[in-house]
């Protein structure tokens, strides 16, 4: 029997967070259930070192809608995300963190966006991050929207919509899931923002610090400033 081909992909990177994935597995799919069309979970193991693969294969064996991928070693979240989106089927593509700080039950809303929109961004309107995460944050999206031009509040938050033939035409490098919204936009795709909840971490800890965010942060930006100066714009008067 050939199974009917998602209409949805969820991709969810997942790095050492061996005590979220059941938890965020019970959440989501009852959310993804209510949606009444055919979905698949790809869970994208970004080279864990603590027990993530068992406890996903363990989820997998008794739900053939989960669907993984695991790298050899760390990659990175924009990696995952990108072996995610190569492998999704779904038209539509939603993408959102293993550690239920994202909330499942925006992904409606998020979803109800696209048609009008190409891809949904969810913009943590209270986040519940530590202060000295929640302010190097607000710089760097201050620092960002100034270098690029860009009026988008939280470019950070991996829960978002997108259609899945947009995301084709993205070439991603390390980094890059912080821009995602502006690397649509310069290929001329619609981007919204939606306010969506935002939660504390239950378990495991955060991969990133301002250490290991705020210099290739800065390199990144410079990287996507450049693409958008550089961005081919002709118009084509006339072919013979
Ligand atoms: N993540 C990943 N690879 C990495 C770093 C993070 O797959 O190298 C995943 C992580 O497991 C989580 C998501 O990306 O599902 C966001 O990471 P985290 O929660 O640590 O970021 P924060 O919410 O603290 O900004
Ligand atoms: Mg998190």
Redesign the pocket.
Known sequence: MTRTPPWLSVV??????EANLEACHRELVPVLEGLGRPFEVIV?D?GSTDRTFEVLTGLAAADPRLRLIRFRR?A??TA?LDAGFKAALGEVVVTM???L?NDPRDIPRLLAQLGPYDAACGWRVRRQ?SWV?RVSSRIANAVRNRLTAESIHDT?C?LKAYRRECLARLKLYRGMHRFLPTLLKLEGFRVVEVPVNHRP?RAGR???SIGNRLWAGLADLLAVRWMMRRRLEYEIERIV
């Not at 969810?12 to 967070?17: L, M, R, Y």
Request: hydrophobic residues 25%.
């Open positions: 969810i990177p997942a790095f050492n967070e994208v970004d760390n990175g979240q995952a963190d293993a550690d700080q991050d995460k950070g991996t971490r955060s991969k990133y």
